[in-house]
């Protein structure tokens, strides 16, 4: 019988300060974070691969990981064990304690306030060393009190588990792939800080010119905030609007009344307000919130309702199409990147390396649980969020640079579908190793189409679209966002046209989504279950047709992330010469500490494509290919 390390830890700003651990249903203790990474028996049970460790989600292993202490599985993530029981409730340990073990519900004591972390809303985290003794007690009191906390809730969790029978399940396929992700996570995606630098100068420097744009076209005051979706909101859909302003009283020559309207003069300042003129345009629908009517019932300032309803209007073409994704590059990765890439040693024991002794990384997240559908979600920062097909999104891909093999699968999700449908059209196209995309255009619009073609993007565009029942204005927005501007009625012809053309999809899309009517859930085809409260009785219209579309999403997608979860693990089960850094989308990025052999390569592309031991109707293709940067592949 092995034994269970039960693990809870307190740490601020990469400081350790406190570790509370318990092993079995021993007493539980909390040391200083200084002392307890070295104490022998935690260090000896952090490595002994006979301890299962229980956490709650993996930020607390993946510290000491990044911290260069040796970590050894099984790892069960009590997030991991709610999330098989059902992937749509709140996972956070606070919501999940409430649920499986209320009697041990207790004040939540630290609360973040502005960008600091606070005890007891008192004492700054940060500021530990300087806080009084008794404080410093409570707080290893209430780091105890979590650990004790987890443990039962990891037992409660596993005995339902056990109940709904999934304890299997969990163990075979989700415990594993834990392990996969923590390490991947650790080991981090080498990145050049340098180029960045450049790359981020000349893209604010793109920025800066597409505002001045804007501003121009709409003699907009300096104080007006192209980020601001309000202020943007007003200047589009009113005639005319006040922007607040305080001018220093200093300023020469001031603004006329004509422009600028006083309504008091202070000390310093002369307070009043710009008088703008707006854009006028008819107001886009309010911002839905899925599965629900609106949201706020203001008008969207999102890129494909504004492009959709106003896509020839020059000032919203400039606004979406070139300020907003600049500033998006921008904000979320160039300027972001120097601020969270680490520089480490790289130490390969037992192996001989040719690469230098330090790199800089960036070691983004990888949510085990961040969907419902079983996909990997991104985080700090979005990886998956990089536009793939620009030219700027594949300079940013260009950035991480190393002894990279990666390769993606091809039209992974399409396949799946034909595979669920067996409709004939896409069985042969697959099978014999044709495009669907062109095949799909040749239906929409006559013809034959190349790999470069118009008619090849914009059916991919559809191909996509109508995957999960989509309806027209959906699809007429997404066409139009990608460059091919489409009205709703015409998108309602090619759905129509697509309905027919794979008829034996059509219909098992429909009997999934009957199916779920009756049952509230689906089956992905590793067995996982997607369970859909949208179908439940008493929900709306608008949430019934979420459901439709979930229903489809939920299998599809589900069932390519149970692909790509097994092919992750019996990679790195076959393969220790390859550490896996990343899964992006249909997309697998590993370091090579060796270079494969012409065998070895071909092994690795049979395990993507066959190893998972899934019998499908149609073959997968995933070719990996040796990268200097991300962009090569």
Known sequence: MTDTLFLDIEDVDDRLLLVGWALNDGDTCSLDGQTAPQTVEFRARLADPETTKVTQGDHDLRYFLLHGHEVAGPWHNTMVMAWVLDENQPLDLESLTKKYTPALVKSKAITSVGNRLYFRKRWALDEYDEWPEAVKWNFAGYNIRDVDTLRSLYYRLRKELVDDEWEAYWLAEEVPYSGVLLRMESRGLPVDLDATAALATEVRGLRDDSEGRLRSMASLPQSFNLNS?????????????????????????????????????????????????????????????????????????????????????????????????????????????????????????????????????????????????GRLSSSDPNLQNIPARRELGKRVRALFRGRFIIGDYDALEMRLMAHFSGDPR??????????????????????????????????????????????????????????????????????????SFYPRLTAWKNRVMWRAKDTHYVETIGGHRRRLPTFEEGQGFKASGYGDRQAVNSVVQGSAADILRRVMLRVDREFPQLLLLAQIHDELIWQWLRRLIVEEMRALQWECEVGHGFNLRVPLVFVPHYCEGWDEK
């Open 229 to 373: 979706p309000d202020q943007v909101r007003e200047y589009l859909f009113s005639n005319v609007f006040a922007l607040k302003e305080d001018l220093p009283m200093s300023m020469d020559p001031l603004p006329g009344d004509d422009v600028f309207e006083i309504t008091s003069v202070g000390r310093t300042l002369i307070h009043g307000h710009w008088l703008c003129r707006g854009r006028g345009l008819e107001p886009t629908p309010p911002a839905k919130k899925k599965g629900q009517a609106t949201e706020g019932g203001k008008p969207s300032t999102e890129a494909k309702e504004l492009l959709y309803k106003h896509g020839e209007d020059p000032w919203v073409r400039e606004y979406c199409l070139e300020f907003k994704r600049l500033d998006k590059l921008l904000a979320t990765y160039l300027d972001k990147f120097p601020k969270v890439a680490v520089e480490v040693g790289i130490t390969v024991p037992g192996r001989e390396s040719d690469e230098s002794p330090t790199s800089t990384r960036i070691f983004g997240r990888f949510n085990q649980t961040g969907t419902v559908t």
């Open 426 to 499: 896409l069985v042969k196209v697959f099978a014999e190793g044709g495009d669907p995309h062109a095949l799909t255009a040749t239906a929409i619009f006559g013809g034959r189409y190349g790999h470069d073609d118009p008619e090849r993007g914009a059916a991919k565009e559809i191909n996509y679209g109508t995957q999960y029942g989509g309806g027209a204005r959906t699809l007429a927005m997404a066409l139009t966002k990608a460059g091919f501007p489409t009205k709703q009625d015409v998108a309602r012809g090619y759905i129509e046209t697509i309905d």
